[in-house]
């Protein structure tokens, strides 16, 4: 998207979000920056993070971890098919059964422009959601005068699995267009836990490259075509029976946008985007000891969309911002074993499906004066899934007989209204409906083996919407150099999508405690608080921190699964010039509110403690950098409540980096 479209669309997801600032315009500047924005920054400009690294920060987010490799996000709690992830505006659908390749993975920080995320109902102007919306995006190119080069080569190092990171940024601009050329590769060998013991299959190898050019087509007028690419290599995941031998990404995409500069004009912005993009995964057991059957795990993912996003100021108090979409995926995955002395058995892990979805939904927002806004926000959604072969129908009937395919019609709706009772403080709450339809594994996973509960899952092609009422309330304060954010939420979900102990089917999978199929529960509860605050101490100093706690039940008040602890993030640092020093701490509570039939225990708490340190030369016209630190200086030995197979974590790391600006 553009920049200029992309502030106006933060404008709006700033107002929902509970880091909302800039109260008195609806227009927001690129240049301003929320509450969740400067968090963003703030760990970006720590060029050893990755994107696991900076979104796990964020107050609303935790991460799943299978691996040192490809950690999912979650929103308060929600995960999967309950929340959209998105790269600039685009879906994009992983090809593993057993989600080993989230979207996040294809991005990597140095591209990385901004991460928005809006929670609940808000969030499902892109799709709808019970959970809210993670939307990744890109840099753009910079157009500013024929022949002008700048870029960015870095180089870095890890002792804690002797890994390298190599990245190198151009960017050559025209007098009316530029392009914007990314490359970074990663190798990592095993790392060691808090132990000193090698955790063994963590080690990965993958390389990201990306091409984007931009061209002004008039004045406000511009044309913009990206592609992103992504290979990776022997991808160990420990907690999972399998590891990935090669996982591939191509995603390409069009945009044009046009914006209109008159004041009084009624419409002020529109964009259409069309892309399409294609993953290959392939996970295997060959580097695995001890295997007692072979078994290859092929899967693919397609899906080509189209986006369409327009602005429109109707009156001096009121802003609507309208997005349309379509997208169709198709899924395929596949087994493929290997008994000693018997013939090979195949079997369709997805079998042949695709699934069409469109949808509509827009914001409109009301500012009535400089104390007082409400938005609207709305979306609907048609979702037809289908099978797409004969012999994807014939797997399917063997559990179920709804083979012909299924549409749900999706709808969501909340409210907010803000109100600033004081130059420095403002207050917001927001309620909503919000509505989702099942994942392609819910209704059509055959023998999806799950590692960290030790069953096969089997779809449901019979499944109901998820449907959810939500509220939340925020208070805000606001004044020079301090900053302070906290909210708390609700969200009572009707016909929940849990897996269930299923006696009438027998294992697939060798060693397999059992079969699961998805059904639904009557209803569950997800409540909870998050905050933020950032302070800018004397001239050189600052601090910021984030706190989190969800708490989840079922309509039997036992625990629902994969639930974080309350989790507390705080750094403090000191720069002047040329020099850099950063302090931080991560604490997180015990957790022993745990699901026993989802494979879960009780974990402990722990505390970490970081340091990093920098300093910049001068090079002529250039600037080098120098980075170094040391992760986890207590050498803990821990693991967080959401890893599988309670796998410990990195142990001491110190860790180099030279970034070199021309």
Not at 282 to 299: A, E, L
Not at 483 to 505: K, N
Not at 566 to 585: D, P
Request: net charge positive; with cysteine; proline share 4%.
């Amino acid at each position: 998207m553009s920049s200029s479209l992309m502030a106006q669309i933060d404008s709006t997801e700033k107002f929902q979000e509970s880091q909302s600032v800039n109260l008195h315009e609806v227009t927001l500047h690129a240049a301003a920056q929320n509450q969740q924005q400067r968090l963003v920054h703030f760990y970006k400009t720590n060029t050893a993070a990755t994107l696991e690294d900076i979104l796990s920060r964020l107050p609303e987010i935790n991460m799943i971890r299978r691996g040192a490799y490809g950690m999912e996000p979650t929103i308060r709690s929600f995960s999967s098919g309950q929340i959209n992830v998105l790269m600039d505006g685009m879906r994009i659908h992983g090809a593993c059964t057993d989600k080993m390749d989230p979207a996040t993975i294809y991005i990597e920080p140095s591209n990385l422009e901004s991460v928005q995320v809006t929670t609940g109902g808000k969030g499902f102007i892109h799709g709808s959601s019970i959970g809210g919306t993670l939307n990744m995006k890109m840099q753009e190119p910079a157009i500013t005068k024929k022949g002008d080069v700048h870029g960015q080569f870095q180089s870095g190092y890890q002792s804690i699995n002797h890994a390298l990171y190599e990245s190198l940024k151009l960017n050559y601009s025209g007098n009316r267009w530029a392009a914007l050329a990314t490359a970074t590769y990663r190798k990592a060998n095993n790392y060691k836990d808090g132990d000193k013991n090698e955790v063994a299959h963590s080690a990965f190898e993958k390389i990201n490259y990306s091409l984007s050019v931009k061209h002004m087509l008039q004045p406000n007028l511009s044309l913009k075509t990206d592609f992103i690419g992504d290979d990776a290599f022997f991808i160990g995941y420990p907690a999972l029976t399998m590891d990935v031998g090669y996982a591939s990404a191509r995603i390409a995409s069009v945009t044009v946008n046009k914006k209109y500069e008159r004041l009084n004009a009624f419409l002020k912005e529109w964009q259409v985007k069309g892309y399409y993009n294609y993953i290959r995964h392939f996970m295997d057991d060959t580097q695995r000891p001890n295997i007692p059957m072979h078994m290859d795990m092929p899967g693919n993912s397609r899906t080509m969309g189209f986006v369409g996003i327009v602005q429109m100021r109707p009156a001096k108090k009121h802003h609507i911002l309208w997005q349309t979409d379509i997208a169709k995926t198709r899924l395929y995955a596949s087994m493929t074993m290997y008994p000693p002395n018997e013939a090979p058995m195949f079997m369709l892990t997805w079998p042949d499906n695709s699934r069409t979805q469109f949808g509509t939904g827009g914001t409109w927002t009301y500012t009535a004066n400089q104390q007082f806004k409400l938005q609207l926000n709305t979306r609907v959604d048609h979702i037809v899934t289908n099978l797409t072969t004969q012999e994807a129908k014939d797997h399917v009937s063997i559990f179920s007989h709804a083979t012909n395919g299924t549409a749900y019609t999706t709808g969501n709706i909340s409210i907010q209204g803000m109100y600033q009772f004081h130059p420095n403080w403002r207050w917001s709450t927001t309620a909503g409906y919000a509505e989702r339809a099942p994942t392609a594994s819910e209704q059509y996973g055959f023998y999806l083996f799950n590692s960290n509960d030790g069953f096969d899952y089997i779809g449901n092609p019979s499944l109901k919407k998820e449907r959810a009422i939500q509220a939340e309330t925020n208070i805000q304060y606001s004044k020079k150099q301090h900053r302070f954010s906290f909210t708390a939420h609700l969200s009572h979900i009707q016909d929940y999508v849990m897996g269930m102990i299923d006696t009438s089917f027998s294992t697939m999978t060798p060693g397999a405690r059992g079969v699961k199929r998805y059904t639904q529960v009557s209803d569950a509860t997800i409540l909870g608080f998050e905050g933020s605050s950032a302070h800018q101490l004397f001239k050189h100093f600052n601090f910021i921190q984030t706190i989190k706690y969800t708490y989840a039940l079922t309509m039997d008040h036992e625990p629902l699964p994969g639930i974080a602890p309350f989790k507390w993030i705080t750094s403090a640092g000191y720069s002047k010039k040329k020099f850099m020093l950063r302090t931080e701490m991560e604490a997180s509570a015990a957790q022993k509110r745990i699901n026993l039939l989802s494979g879960e225990d009780v974990t402990n708490g722990f505390v970490l403690l970081h340091i990093r340190t920098g300093y910049q030369f001068p090079l002529g016209q250039m600037k080098l950098h120098v980075q170094a630190g040391v992760e986890n200086i207590l050498n803990k030995f821990y693991h967080e409540h959401n890893d599988w197979g309670n796998v410990p974590r990195s142990g001491r790391n110190v860790y180099t980096q030279l970034i070199l600006h021309f």
